[in-house]
DNA sequence: ACCTTACGCTACGAGCCGTAGCGTAACTGG
DNA sequence: CCAGTTACGCTACGGCTCGTAGCGTAAGGT
């Protein structure tokens, strides 16, 4: 199942293949997805441009690899002791991801693309958003040991649950940053937790809710639920 | 101000406007964004091309426009008596518009062009993001005027909060559809009201917040503020 | 040594881009 | 009615990118 045809012949060059994806990742920074040419990446890596099509299909799954290398880079979880602080950190995390040079062109080129090519989304998925997911999961996780939030019994509400919270948290942090254009600082990455803890109404009011920002563990569930 | 520029000679065809626009959302349909060219729908609308170029840079504006076109003729506001079902009628709508062929395609892709040319960004804002938040500002008022929300004084703080809530709402519909590539229904649409009224501790909890949908107003506030 | 596979290089047809140049069409003001 | 002004259709073009084919060579396995 691993390998079952590449047992002989000569292997591929990892460092080419290191040298591609960095250099995919320069070219992403410099000319933005739109300009990023293969002859340009080939170019860049010191390598011909047949190889390139010998390992990827085209630049939109090129791209997704460079992507999700620089993902696998940057994305790390930490348990910064409360939900709320849990929340707001995945969020700035996320943040500075995105305002990466590359993964801003590149993010939403790649989704675009994958509407209408439905083995890129997944590879998207895979490759990306689902490593994304595991860390709002294990935050999640954290806050139930906590006592912070109810455990759930049925594991399919439980799972809806969590891609609800995931779409959530990375969209609005996709749509603050790439559509209206605006920073995701600490003051948005509060009042976003904010709204997410305490819903709507709560988070209309300003005092009350901004001091507490790393404060102590079960203190702001309003609910009292479980 | 308005036009001093053109008030003489032979006037611009708008029949040849909505002739490239319709050609532009066919395009678009059948092609896609990637595979779209100013050829071809300068083809498809029975113009020269030289005449699409007058009239827009690119094919960036060009889709812009069209998919603004799109969204003029699906977006209205509709009171549906309470916070909760403006939440979930104005999240259905933009989901039926993000189902569209034609703008599932091109809105990503234009946002990630965006991200690399101002203008672009600034266009596709006035153009096609500001009418959805108007939607969502529209329905805040309403909730305002029930007594559901409480009214805010600083108008600075209230800025930035229908922003956030904007961010929120957009954000987590596009996610939805078209990175996490699922379908936003009538359900999907009950549990992220619920998240967004009350907060994750209470949309954790299956029992007790799907059976008001659509129930009085003033119900939902548990921290009964102003 | 022999087989197998990867690599670099060159060259190529195809397609699209965006513009220039020209003659013609439509509308306006004197 | 006649200039003046602007828009349109058409053709043609250089430049660029794509994705592939063909060849000789390099690097591993048996």
Redesign the pocket.
């Known amino acids: 199942m691993s390998p079952p045809?590449?047992?002989?012949?000569?292997?591929?060059?990892v460092e080419?293949?290191r040298a591609i994806l960095g250099a995919t990742r320069a070219a992403l920074v410099e000319l933005g997805w739109g300009?990023?040419?293969?002859?340009?990446?080939?170019a860049r890596?010191?390598?011909?441009?047949?190889?390139?099509?010998?390992?990827w299909?085209?630049?939109n799954e090129l791209v997704v690899d460079a992507v999700a290398a620089v993902f696998d880079e940057h994305l790390m979880s930490a348990d910064c002791g409360s939900l709320r602080a849990d929340i707001e950190n995945v969020v700035v995390r996320f943040a500075e991801l995105l305002e990466l040079p590359e993964t801003k062109t590149a993010l939403m080129a790649v989704v675009a693309e994958a509407t209408q090519d439905e083995a890129l989304g997944a590879r998207v998925r895979s490759a990306i958003v689902d490593r994304q997911k595991r860390l709002v999961l294990i935050g999640r996780e954290r806050a139930q040991l906590r006592g912070e939030l109810p455990r759930e019994e049925d594991p399919g509400a439980a799972a809806r649950n969590a891609d609800l919270i995931f779409d959530v948290i990375a969209g609005s942090v996709v749509h603050r940053l790439l559509v209206s254009a605006e920073p995701v600082d600490a003051e948005w990455a509060q009042g976003f937790s904010t709204l997410l803890l305490q819903g709507l109404a709560a988070a209309a009011q300003p005092g009350g809710t901004t001091e507490n920002g790393g404060g102590g563990p079960g203190g702001q569930n309003p609910a009292g639920s479980v």
Chains 1, 2 share one sequence.
């Open positions: 045809s590449r047992r002989t012949g000569r292997p591929r060059s080419a293949d300009k990023l040419t293969m002859g340009d990446v080939a890596a010191g390598v011909a441009k047949t190889t390139l099509y010998r390992r299909a085209g630049k």
